[in-house]
Structure formats: C-alpha cells, structure tokens
C-alpha cells in the first residue's frame, strides 16, 4: 500500500505462534468472487465463520478490546485479558496493519461475501473476506488486505485466516497458518511494551509533581492525597477535587504502574511542607520491572527492587 507512506503497518507476527499444520482434502469449499461493487447492509449475526471474523476485524479496527475478546478462544480471552493495556493495543494494531484507530463499516459484495473497511485518518484499508473451507469445527478464509485506494491490486495483501467452533461460535484460531496462541506469547508481548511502560511511569510522576505545585499555589498547603487533584463530579474544581489531575491517574493506578504520594512532615500547610513520590509495577516482570522515586528535592531515582518501593538512594533517572 505505497499511497499513504507508512500508514499500513509492515511488522508481521513474531515466529513464536506455533505452526498448525492443515491436513485431510474432506474440506467442503465455497467459491471464491472477485472484488464488486459494495453493497450497504446491515451487519449480521455471527453465525457463520466469516461473519465472526468480519467482526474480528472490526473490533480491531475501532481497537474495541471488549467485542475483540469476545471472539477469542477461552483460552486466549484469559490471556488476552492478563497482557499490558498497550499490549492489547498493539495486537489490535497488527491484526489489521494499521497504526492507528479507525472507523470500521461493514459491506458485502453481490456474492455475499463480508467486506470490511477500516478508515483512519491517514488511510482508509479494506479487508474482503472470501469463501470458507470448513472441516468440522476449523474453518479457513482467505482474506484480501487493500489500501482503499489501490484500484489495481498491486499491493494487495493476501492471508488466510483460520476459525475454530467453541461452545457453538465461531472463534479466532490462527493468522495464516499459524496458531494465536496469545498465552505463549504474553509474557513476550508485555516485556516487548515494557520500556514504553516505564517511561509513561517516569512522566505520570512528573505530571503528578507538577499538579501538587499548582494545588500548593492555588490553596497555599500541600493536597492529603492523589484524590484530592482528581476532577470533581460536579461543579467548579476545589480543594477536594481539584480537577489537575485525570480521574484515572488520581486513583493511583495507571498503565500498570501504582503511585504512591507521601507528605515528608506532619503538616501539608505552607511553602516548606515537603512530599515524595513513588511509582511501583502492579505485577513486577510483566507491567515493569524498575521502580521509581522522586525525592524531597524533586530529584528522580529508579532502579530494579523487584517489585519493592524505590528510595532515593537509588540512581538517578535522567529527567
């Protein structure tokens, strides 16, 4: 899809999916159409594999982690749900190559076959899903990859998705020939989204620091907690809802990093009160693996205590 730059993701998935090996000629076969001319309709029910992967495609193209885990096996819905926050995302983005959120729209052609586009602001993808080869419980549709734009199909991206049936529904069981197998891959996944992880810690703790300040400078004293800098549920921001914060990072918890604020000194009133920050991974090896501390001076310090609370005689993380 050489329109659009980049637009289009080019990364393919790690080898570590385990190879499914495809056998037996019982395969009951529908034809295959060439691309015509859309037809609108509304989406229907998942009852058949393509419809069930048309719906795949379009959780992943809206990034919809809800509807997406609910057309994963039991197995991978458990995984899918233990993995990083930006994990999830970034599985969403490769299963339809895009880099960023879209609009997904829903179609099919004469034929009947589901047609799905996924528009975003830089590219508009269109993912046509052809006829099944079902054997039992396995299914297996080829899908067709497009830049909307690509009139003459030459960069068309060509794979075959597999379906398994699981408690009467038809779930995601392989990208091409290969298993999604998301338990194997989930401690991979997150170590892969680790560093990114830790550098959304090390600015929540600024981001933090920087909201305690205005609070000092509008109210004069220190706030008693996180909360405080949260917005308020109704009316004007106060000194109990200061609104400086989002109300996500006001709980304390974020990106799989929890934060701890702690007044260093029995008072919060006045100019001299002083206070520390902490970040901590929620689960150590898996959200992160370094802990964080800015000290009294405003002085950040990280380093690996295996889950434990930093200190400030930890080294100093460059700011």
Known sequence: MNTRGNAICKRSFVPAFT???????????????????????PQPATASPAAALRDALSAACSQNQTDFARLLTARNKEAFSRMTPAARVSLLKRFVLLNERGK?????NP???????????????EMQIGGSEIQDNIAFLPMELRDATDTTGANVHQIIMGMVREDGEWKLLSLGLLLLDLPALEVEWDSAEMEATERGAVSALKEIAEAIERYRSSYSRLPESLAHLGPP????????????????????????????YVVAGASTLGAPAKYQLAATPMEYGRTGRRSFFRDEKGGLHGADR??????????PVAQ
Request: aromatic share 2%; hydrophobic share 35%; glycine share 12%.
């Open 104 to 108: 997904p729209t829903a179609s099919v």
């Open 19 to 41: 190879i499914l090996l495809a056998g037996g000629s019982g395969l009951a076969q529908e034809s295959n159409s060439r691309t015509n001319p859309l037809i609108v309709i």
């Open 233 to 260: 549920l109704h009316g004007k921001a106060n000194a109990e809802s200061a609104g400086l914060l989002d109300s996500e990072l006001a709980t304390g918890v974020k990106n799989g990093y929890t934060f701890r």
């Open 306 to 315: 295996q889950g434990a609370v930093g200190s400030e005689t930890d080294p």
């Open 111 to 125: 034929a009947g076959r589901p047609i799905l586009r996924c528009e975003t602001p830089d590219v508009i993808t």
